[in-house]
């Protein structure tokens, strides 16, 4: 059986991918260029196509996004500049707003060699006033 190659630089999330589907992933570390859009499916489908002409292998990528209903969705996929160490940052420039509803939205982008499908998850939740939890 041919391995499917999950394309992506955290080795958590690889972790966490291969729990899920309960079979092994052939992790690829690859700098691709990451298109920079509000759309998900965008730089999923961009992502996959980069990496399967790099591969030329069955592959999966994907990619994340924190939706805040008070900012207009923002900052969606750019989350990912926040950064861990700068969660306290974040619950300041909320520490104004009632409206704490947002919600987590992961995008799969699947390349089987001839099309790149999607997939979707969504967690809807409220953002808290204060950090908690370990390791962001």
Aim: charge should be negative; hydrophobic fraction near 45%; charged fraction near 25%.
């Amino acid at each position: 059986m041919n391995k499917l190659h999950f394309v992506t630089s955290n080795k958590n999330k690889a972790r966490d991918a291969q729990e899920i589907l309960g079979f092994p992933l052939e992790i690829v570390q690859l700098e691709l260029l990451e298109i920079q859009s509000m759309d998900l499916e965008v730089i999923v489908m961009h992502k996959a196509d980069e990496a399967f002409k790099i591969l030329k292998k069955p592959l999966i990528v994907d990619d994340v996004g924190l939706f805040i209903d008070a900012w207009n969705g923002f900052p969606g996929p750019f989350v990912k500049f926040i950064g861990k160490n700068s969660y306290n940052q974040l619950l300041r420039m909320l520490s104004s707003e009632i409206n704490r509803k947002a919600y987590a939205k992961v995008a799969i982008g699947y390349h089987d060699g001839e099309k790149i499908h999607t997939f979707f998850g969504q967690m809807d939740g409220e953002i808290a006033f204060e950090e908690r939890g370990e390791s962001g």
